[in-house]
């Protein structure tokens, strides 16, 4: 029997040199993939979620097609708080709805308890199914909404562009607000070490909405809970840190932990790096909005990456955000292929 | 006669030593203002930017109610537009629209010639009434939509989140873009000459919705644009120039030029001007949505972005982007009370 082959993904997790720079895309599985509309137009959305062999299947989808270096769990965020009892309801083509949204210390109160292993064994089936199937080919990804993110769904009930509620509700609810945190920390913890329990190699933990808050209200009201659930990761497992707009918050981002930071498309990843420094690695982070152009400028843009990156050990290409659902996957495809080519060593 | 009074907004713009630290409020004329809302209670939004006298009162209102430092002129972006022939209109509640979006070479090139005298008139009337009310006890500030942002509205259709159609444009169309961007860089620049002209003292370039792009996208497609209207602005007058979520932008835009760089509240003020360098002025940086807590809380935040600026010359206070219009009048007022007595000197 031989050793199991290195996997550059964790390869570059841990800053180790690469025959080439890993590359995998956030929403990788998704709408712009015919195979995933196919699953969906056969099942609703939670069904899909609920259903192990339907999201395992899911998960790979992406791994035959564009022949990324790691598969990422298809799963949605909010859906380890549905034991909460806030009423959450995926509504048709309009995101997830919180029919009871937390808006003062007595809603928080009221929140039920959490059981991560009662409320999402299909996650954890699902983690188990994808990783049976990938052996040790590809490292599979799982992942879980930071606490600043899940709050601000559960109190703007929605998906939301000033976060007026939870701006306002952190202030005037602080002690309130950190025990929310506190437990959404606790939560997010668990549900990512159970993936690990299951199966997933690493880990992201996605602030997708931080990018509204100043450093100030970062240092106060989300880094503490963000470095309390990072702190609590099964040792040995890298960790994703990823947000988006967070050009003024990475440093900071940095503090709270991970042992890769994800960056958005707003940053040049060169500069960057330096300033954070190299004994942290970096994700990222190609303007999904690119991919809707042509292939020739997606090399121009994914080569400027490269370069910023400059062969470093430690870059795990990715985009900004998640793929586009208008985006075609030639495209996609392509990126990928040219990442490997233009990255080899 | 006595000579005229020192303008502490302007000086501030020229970074000169001022008594206190000057503070206007972007959109501090507006829904959130109960005798906006009588005003629009008898005019239709359109009917009112184009009714000089009453598009003078609503841009005074603000003077009297508030005391700030400077009115800003009551005027909508897009309106200097309309001769362009793209089908602009403004739909109740939902912002402007534009029923003949701009999405090929061809459209640009079908673009009507935009004499900016016979387009915003009113606009220029506005600024005339105005300024003869403030006389030389306040500064009346004129302002424009910059190119870019003027373009993604031209482009989409409307307000967007992704810009997708924008970004594909630049790249598959590079030569009719830099051609759209030319023309809009003159008309902007006319239009705020022509508001010069009618007496505004300053001016204030928006490109508000700048933060969607990567430095390397601005470098190349929007840079050499708002550089243009800038340097074309007359002699003196000091410019502002102002976007949200360009914490990794701010840099470039200083290369774009401007007396006065406006920071949203996504930067640390006092880092970031010693970054930008004091030879530029700053202008800001409180989130909008903290004048929604408490007066408490918005002193706490207020005195933190005074901190940072440390009393050096040349900070005008301000929000990071518009007053929302749920903020309570009170919180606005006593937001302007305190940054000019916490900063008195």
Known sequence: MSAPRPLPLLQACRRE???????????????????????????????????????????????????????ILFADILLVLEPLGVGLEYTRGDGPRIHRPVRSAADVERLKPVEVEQAVPFVFETVRLARQALGDRLPLIGFAGAPFTLASYLIEGGAS?????????MREARSA??????????????????????????????????????????????????????????????????????AGLLPLMREAGGDVLGLDWRVELGPTWERLGYDVAVQGNLDP????????????????????????????????????????????RALVDMVHDMSAR
Not at 38 to 52: D, Q, S, Y
Not at 192 to 213: E, K, M, R
Not at 289 to 302: F, K, N, P
């Open 289 to 332: 909005g690119i991919l809707l152009t042509s292939v020739g400028e997606i090399r121009r843009a994914a080569a400027e990456i490269l370069a910023g990156a400059a062969g470093r050990p430690g870059h795990i290409f990715n985009l900004g955000h998640g793929v586009h659902q208008e985006t075609p996957v030639d495209h996609v």
């Open 17 to 71: 040199p690469t025959p080439y720079t890993p590359v995998w895309l956030m929403r990788q599985a998704g709408r712009y993939m015919p195979e995933y509309r196919a699953m969906r137009a056969r099942h609703g959305f939670l069904e899909l979620c609920k259903t192990p062999e339907a999201a395992a299947e899911v998960t790979l989808q992406p791994v035959k097609r564009l022949g990324v270096d790691a598969a």
């Open 177 to 246: 607000w950190h025990a929310l945190m506190g437990r959404l920390a606790t939560v997010t913890a668990e549900y990512l070490n159970g993936q690990i329990a299951a199966g997933a190699q690493a880990v992201q933990l996605f602030d997708s909405w931080i990018g509204t808050l100043s450093p100030s209200d970062y240092r106060e009201f989300v880094l503490p809970h963000s470095r309390s659930v990072i702190a609590a990761i099964a040792p040995g497992v890298p960790v994703i840190h990823f947000g988006t707009g967070t």
């Open 161 to 169: 562009r000033e976060f007026l509620h939870t701006k306002r509700f």
